[in-house]
């Protein structure tokens, strides 16, 4: 099979498409003849229609030829009349040309693993099925008026057996020419195996032994349950197998008078009932196993995307992991060589000798220095924190003590920018367990951040209050304010607001929050907009 694939790839494009041609041809003429053994009137069964749409959707429209000429040949064979052989041949060809032309224009996949693509292939089926009773019916209608015999089919009829091979032949030659080849596991074969056997067993009961019912109970429902297991756990290309296997029983022996031996009805009538039950079989189950394989489909993808997710967040993963080593170890680096310039600094600064420029240089140099230290410790506590490496010395503290020492570290920076710092705390004495230095720090950070982000001038509130067995301390200014599309995204490091003109890296209130959640507290940021202050309220457990 390989070999004859590898074999016709080789070949031209013009031969390719003569070998696609006579194949057509011959499998029409084929389908033909088959059709004429399921034409009971006033019952057709057209299975060359569902043919010539299938070839077509999934090879090429220019194929048109084969089914027009093979038409033509089969009704001059059976000895229909010229005008009506052109109507026929005509309609024939013009439905399959439609029906194709429709369904790839319409972005049909025909692998028919999506709902939409079932639910067009139906739809497709049931407009263009309108082509062959319309245009046959008025080739007989003049071929009479000619003296001619008449059509001893309805418009209805043909309509019905035009869908019914539209709706069984075309998506089983459609799925399986899409891809003939398939692959399963060992239990999955098994299933199907079972499944169909079961399958052929019941309608071999029911339409070839011809019993109908046992017990009272019509064994017809018996057959819904393989086509149920089917449609739900096969996908479509196993529903549009056993649909056919379903139509061939049913048809066939319908046709033969096996199905319902002893029924006065006419074997042509029973023949078109038969026909609507199976297309609203075919309906049902398409539509069902449409929806599985679609379901199932998207299952695969939302797994293969979570597969990929996690990979990605691995990668991200290890990514932070080595960004904050680095940190660490950039900042312990850099903070090393510090030391001998702090304390050159404060050597000098006890100098006698030294003028009045040169001590505003030395003051000027431990500013400096004292602002390159604090941006490596805290980009050594956020690498510490974000490794897990950190540790809380928790005890009982005072709130009012380190609210004293916040203010005092804070003050110069407050004084410096001329802003008013009001102060509320609670009477008596509010206790917190926690680490002391750590809650220092936070405080802090709250106050500089507020005297940093407040224009000169500005006021800065804050109060600390027992409330319902938390202590919650509120820092509060008049500055710039949040946008609010950036509250949600202040406590991520490395963030700062656009436009602010503020230095730093960014990671203050990253440290403060990590802090805060690490002594079972929340902060949260508030703000009426950008000019209209911004408030920061950190909840702590108070001491049980």
């Given at each position: 099979m390989?070999?004859l694939?590898?074999?016709?790839?080789?070949?031209?494009?013009?031969?390719r498409?003569?070998i696609?041609?006579?194949?057509?041809f011959?499998?029409y003429?084929?389908?033909?003849?088959?059709?004429?053994?399921f034409y009971?009137?006033p019952?057709?069964?057209?299975?060359?229609?569902?043919l010539?749409?299938?070839?077509?959707t999934?090879?090429?429209?220019?194929?048109?030829?084969?089914?027009f000429?093979a038409?033509v040949?089969?009704?001059?064979?059976?000895?229909?009349a010229?005008?009506?052989?052109?109507?026929l041949?005509?309609?024939?060809?013009?439905?399959?040309?439609?029906?194709?032309y429709?369904?790839?224009?319409?972005?049909?996949n025909?692998l028919?693993?999506?709902?939409k693509?079932?639910?067009?292939?139906?739809?497709?089926?049931l407009?263009?099925?309108?082509?062959?009773?319309?245009?046959?019916?008025?080739g007989?209608?003049?071929?009479?008026s000619?003296?001619?015999?008449?059509?001893?089919?309805g418009?209805g009829?043909?309509?019905v057996?035009?869908?019914?091979?539209?709706?069984?032949?075309?998506?089983?030659?459609?799925?399986?020419?899409?891809k003939?080849?398939f692959?399963?596991?060992?239990?999955?074969?098994?299933?199907?195996?079972?499944?169909?056997?079961?399958?052929?067993?019941?309608?071999?009961?029911?339409?070839?032994?011809?019993?109908g019912?046992?017990?009272g109970?019509?064994?017809?429902y018996?057959?819904l349950?393989?086509?149920?297991?089917?449609?739900?756990r096969?996908?479509t290309?196993?529903?549009?197998?056993?649909?056919?296997?379903?139509a061939?029983?049913v048809?066939?022996g319908?046709a033969?008078g096996?199905a319902?031996p002893?029924?006065?009805?006419p074997?042509?009538?029973?023949l078109?009932?038969?026909e609507?039950?199976?297309?609203?079989?075919a309906?049902?189950?398409?539509v069902?196993?449409?929806?599985?394989?679609?379901?199932r489909h998207?299952?695969?993808?939302?797994?293969?995307?979570i597969k990929?997710?996690e990979?990605?967040?691995?990668k991200?993963?290890?990514?932070d992991?080595?960004?904050?080593e680095?940190?660490?170890?950039?900042a312990?680096?850099l903070r090393?060589?510090?030391a001998?310039?702090?304390?050159?600094?404060e050597?000098?600064?006890?100098?006698?000798?030294i003028?009045?420029?040169g001590?505003?240089?030395?003051?000027?140099m431990?500013r400096?220095?004292?602002?390159?230290r604090?941006l490596l410790?805290?980009?050594?506590?956020?690498?510490?924190?974000?490794?897990?490496?950190?540790?809380l010395?928790?005890?009982t503290?005072?709130?009012?003590?380190?609210?004293?020492?916040?203010?005092?570290?804070?003050?110069?920076?407050?004084?410096?920018?001329?802003h008013?710092?009001?102060?509320?705390?609670?009477?008596g004495?509010?206790?917190?367990y926690?680490?002391?230095l750590r809650l220092?720090?936070i405080?802090?950070?709250?106050?500089?951040n507020?005297?940093?982000?407040?224009?000169?001038?500005?006021r800065?509130?804050?109060?600390?209050?027992?409330e319902?067995?938390?202590?919650?301390?509120?820092?509060?200014d008049n500055?710039?304010?949040?946008?609010?599309?950036t509250?949600s995204?202040i406590f991520?490091?490395?963030?700062?607001?656009?436009?602010?003109?503020?230095?730093?890296?960014g990671?203050?209130?990253?440290?403060?929050k990590r802090?805060?959640e690490m002594?079972e507290?929340?902060i949260t940021?508030?703000s009426?907009?950008?000019g209209?202050?911004?408030?920061?309220t950190?909840?702590?457990?108070?001491?049980?």
């Amino acid at each position: 099979m390989a070999y004859l694939a590898k074999s016709y790839r080789s070949l031209s494009p013009r031969a390719r498409h003569a070998i696609l041609l006579t194949t057509l041809f011959i499998t029409y003429l084929g389908a033909m003849s088959l059709s004429r053994l399921f034409y009971v009137a006033p019952a057709v069964f057209p299975v060359h229609a569902g043919l010539g749409v299938a070839v077509l959707t999934v090879a090429s429209l220019d194929l048109w030829p084969a089914i027009f000429i093979a038409s033509v040949a089969v009704y001059l064979y059976i000895g229909v009349a010229p005008i009506a052989i052109a109507a026929l041949a005509i309609a024939n060809t013009a439905q399959a040309l439609l029906a194709a032309y429709a369904l790839k224009r319409s972005g049909f996949n025909p692998l028919l693993h999506r709902m939409k693509d079932m639910l067009l292939l139906i739809g497709v089926a049931l407009l263009t099925s309108l082509i062959v009773p319309s245009l046959g019916i008025l080739g007989y209608y003049v071929q009479e008026s000619f003296g001619g015999s008449g059509v001893s089919i309805g418009w209805g009829d043909w309509w019905v057996g035009h869908v019914l091979s539209l709706v069984i032949i075309a998506p089983f030659l459609i799925r399986w020419l899409a891809k003939p080849t398939f692959s399963r596991s060992r239990r999955e074969l098994v299933e199907g195996s079972i499944a169909f056997i079961f399958l052929i067993l019941i309608n071999t009961v029911i339409f070839i032994a011809g019993v109908g019912s046992v017990g009272g109970i019509p064994l017809v429902y018996v057959m819904l349950v393989p086509l149920f297991w089917v449609s739900l756990r096969l996908g479509t290309r196993a529903s549009t197998l056993a649909l056919v296997v379903t139509a061939l029983f049913v048809l066939s022996g319908t046709a033969l008078g096996t199905a319902t031996p002893g029924d006065t009805i006419p074997i042509g009538q029973r023949l078109f009932l038969n026909e609507i039950f199976m297309e609203v079989l075919a309906f049902m189950f398409l539509v069902i196993s449409a929806i599985t394989e679609e379901r199932r489909h998207a299952i695969l993808q939302l797994e293969a995307h979570i597969k990929q997710m996690e990979i990605v967040l691995k990668k991200l993963e290890q990514e932070d992991k080595a960004k904050s080593e680095f940190i660490a170890i950039l900042a312990h680096e850099l903070r090393n060589p510090l030391a001998p310039v702090m304390s050159g600094i404060e050597y000098l600064s006890l100098e006698e000798g030294i003028d009045e420029g040169g001590k505003a240089v030395l003051a000027d140099m431990e500013r400096g220095v004292g602002k390159v230290r604090r941006l490596l410790d805290d980009l050594l506590d956020i690498a510490r924190i974000t490794q897990k490496k950190f540790e809380l010395l928790r005890e009982t503290v005072d709130l009012r003590e380190t609210i004293a020492r916040s203010i005092e570290s804070t003050a110069a920076l407050i004084a410096e920018r001329g802003h008013t710092l009001e102060v509320s705390l609670p009477d008596g004495r509010v206790q917190i367990y926690a680490d002391p230095l750590r809650l220092d720090q936070i405080v802090t950070n709250l106050l500089s951040n507020a005297a940093k982000y407040t224009p000169p001038g500005g006021r800065i509130l804050l109060s600390a209050r027992c409330e319902e067995g938390e202590v919650i301390i509120d820092v509060c200014d008049n500055g710039i304010g949040l946008p609010k599309e950036t509250i949600s995204q202040i406590f991520e490091p490395f963030h700062q607001i656009h436009g602010s003109g503020v230095g730093g890296l960014g990671i203050g209130l990253t440290i403060v929050k990590r802090l805060v959640e690490m002594h079972e507290g929340t902060i949260t940021a508030t703000s009426e907009g950008e000019g209209k202050g911004s408030c920061f309220t950190v909840r702590f457990p108070a001491e049980r």
